[in-house]
């Protein structure tokens, strides 16, 4: 087990390392120049500015300058908030994007196999085609529109009751996050039901439910003890990669409902060419998405010992 | 069930049923709530230039004169000035305060302004400086900082040597780069200074309490500023920040926000809303600017003269825009520039083309005459969605009326400007917003030294007017020579003018005194005050 661990943390570290490195000869790629803004600025400032963010060496001398401080774990000032460095930037909002995100893993969790099951016990009936309607909605319709319909429904809500009940938007209270999350969640929520049903049915073809039900246990304790507990295997596998995706944050969600995240420094540095938080955030981001990725792995040879072996 | 369906369809449909108590204005604590749409990037004066962190220090730093409710200059931090031909000399008034209760000295002028022009700065908006003696040759790094020409005669008078005679430098100092900073205090906040609210200090008439970064501020009144009897707000609370105009426009709805900006597609949700939609002219002029680099099609005078013809800029107003507030494009010169006892623009009237399909026919055979027919064009624009629909607009004009190929060129701001300052483009959609109160703000931009002169526009004659409009302080000579230039702009077709830019904007009735401003903190709430 402990060599088994350790392989797959070598193997990760490596990883890190490649996402790093594409990364950074991907964005120098991309046209365009970081310290340009709306003035035009003089020779000697640009050779200045170009010298606090050391993009006057060359690129593989600045690639390997990176990779030293980032061994040190410091990814420079932010280019467009120039007081800010980066790693008070991850520090303050990936919190922020944390909290909002395992909420929203809950709620999807918790659904997604609640309507999965449910769907598996009625196949082909009524409720599991209303519920596998809403579930190629949940996955189709982008999440900007889910965020807007729910944003509104509180606006009118609010309205009909004429005051304040739950928050269109903002950040603080656990009222500010249900809805967010509860947005964030729905695709995965969508996901995992789909999974959920797939792998519900096909247990239920095994001979040890076979078996259990020739012995007479009844239906309840079938379902609970034998169907859903094999079933769930597959829904945690993907949920370690889902935790990542969603609790680095939502952009479109955190620009909705106004939520300091993560979500929206990792996106809008892009558009931005804010290299040091685009260096920062993807490194972080695919960091903390090889470790979920890890400890799913190790998780899944615990719950199923054939794993290990193999 | 029917009930239910009922219900839910009504939590979905547009129209409110009952207004929600508004906590976003309270009258007894004269408290107000407002969202911004981003984080503010830089408040440390000397480097901000962005118009979010401008609104913000607007209303946390004073200068040495400021603007009053109705955007004339009265006494800030000086309490009267003096101007020579070569001299500025400002006496400071003696309860100015830092919020720490520190006076606010002649040598924090000082001290900010080398700061400033210290190339090590690397401010962006050091070039504003250029009327102060030496700040150029500074900027450059061939004079040490110490060499500026501003001087602190004592703690209360600032004198300040000029470059040549800038008749409008004591309005210049209303704007942030010329805000004071106290030496003591930024060094001992070094790298982190303006990074946090306890890592700037402040001499306006609020200081900065809480800044979650990308979450909130809270701004509170200042007591020790000098003019706080006149301030009626108590707090300004910034409780949201998002870019998303539909996301304050709820936020509005519901109460939470006093002011919001609305854009093409909100603007009909709260005329649905009946909301009170108001309308705001934002100085900032949009123009199409052309290619002059040798080679380009539109290097070609005739080219650029037949697309001033059958440009219709009441169309563009009222058809492709399509939301209050802009005006017709008419000249690169906005409608507020003052000129010399009325406005500019009324004392000068700007040339129009006028839509004209006959004549613009007759420039583009002459053009194709010149430079054989004309290739495909290539439009670059920025990818709003204003700006697209504005291209595509341009596409069709061209096409249908001259046969001209227009290809455009939709890129993010980073590489719209890359490729502006590299010459990859025939036309660009550009905009330009004043720096300062007088018409060398947009009368520079097409001086051939200007680096913001995208297009290379090259006429040693307009250069000359620029010029002479730089170093003369008589009113009647300088709006001659920018008379002169405005009709040279419209006979050499420079750029075609598209619209003078306009906001819609929703405001809580009970918030009295906001002021909307051409130059300076927009909106500013400083004089704003709330009734019951």
Known sequence: ?310 | MRHITVFLTCLLCQFAHAEVEATSVDFHSQTLTIALTQEPPQLNSAKATDQVSGLVLGHLMQGLVRYDRRGNVIPGVAERWEMTETTATFWLRKDAKWSDGKPVTAHDFVFAWQRVADPKTASQYAFILSPIKNAAEINEGKLPVTELGVLALDDRTLQVTLARPTAYFVKLTVFNTFYPIRQDFFESRGDQYAADAKDLLYNGPFKMTEWTHSASLKMIKNEHYWDRENISLNAINVDYITADTRARLNLYTDGKIAFTRLDGETYKDALSQRFRIRRFTTGSTFYLEYNHRPGKPTANLNLRKAIQYIFDPDEMVNRVLATPGNLRGESLFPVWLNGVNDKFRREYPAPQAGYNVKEAKRYLELAVNEIGPIPPLVLLVSDSPTATKQGEYMQGVLLNKLGIELKIDVQTFKQRLAKMTSGEFDIVGAGWGPDFDDILTFGDLLASWNMNNRGRYNNPEYDRLVRLTMNSTDPKTRMDAMGKAQQILFDDAVVLPQYEQGVIYLLHPKIKGVARRVIGPDPDFTYAKIVP
């Open chain 1, 1 to 310: 087990m402990l060599a088994y661990t350790l392989k797959r943390l070598i193997a990760g570290v490596i990883t890190v390392w490649f996402i790093a490195t594409a990364t950074f000869i991907a964005m120098h790629q991309v046209p365009g120049d970081p310290l340009m803004n709306d003035k035009a600025v003089s020779a000697e400032i640009r050779a200045n500015l170009e010298a606090k963010y050391g993009l006057d060496k060359p690129v593989t001398e600045q690639y390997f300058i990176f990779l030293g401080n980032m061994l040190t774990g410091d990814f420079g000032i932010s280019f467009t908030q120039q007081n800010r460095k980066v790693n008070d930037i991850i520090r303050d909002h990936f919190p922020v994007s944390a909290t909002l995100g395992l909420l929203a893993i809950f709620f999807a969790a918790t659904g997604g196999v609640l309507w999965g099951a449910l769907t598996a016990v009625y196949r082909n009936r009524l409720p599991d085609i209303i519920i596998m309607f809403l579930v190629i909605l949940g996955i189709s319709v982008p999440s900007f529109v889910f965020a807007a319909l729910g944003q509104l429904f509180l606006v009118n809500l609010n309205s009909l009751a004429g005051q304040s009940i739950i928050p269109v938007a903002g950040w603080g209270t656990f009222s500010h996050m249900l809805m967010p999350s509860m947005v964030l969640g729905l695709g995965t929520m969508a996901l995992l039901t789909r999974l959920m049903r797939s792998s519900m049915l096909e247990i239920v073809n095994e001979d040890y439910i076979k078996t259990a039900r020739a012995k007479g246990l009844s239906p309840t304790r079938i379902f609970f003890r034998h169907q859903l507990r094999n079933a769930i295997l597959p829904v945690i596998t993907v949920l370690g990669p889902q935790i990542a995706a969603i609790t680095t944050g939502g952009f479109v969600v955190e620009l909705v409902f106004a939520i300091p995240g993560l979500g929206r420094y990792f996106v809008q540095a892009v558009q931005q060419l804010d290299y040091t938080v685009i260096m920062g955030t993807t490194v972080f981001y695919g960091a903390f998405l090889v470790l979920m990725v890890i400890i799913v792995d190790i998780l899944y040879g615990f719950i199923d010992p054939r794993v290990r072996l193999s």
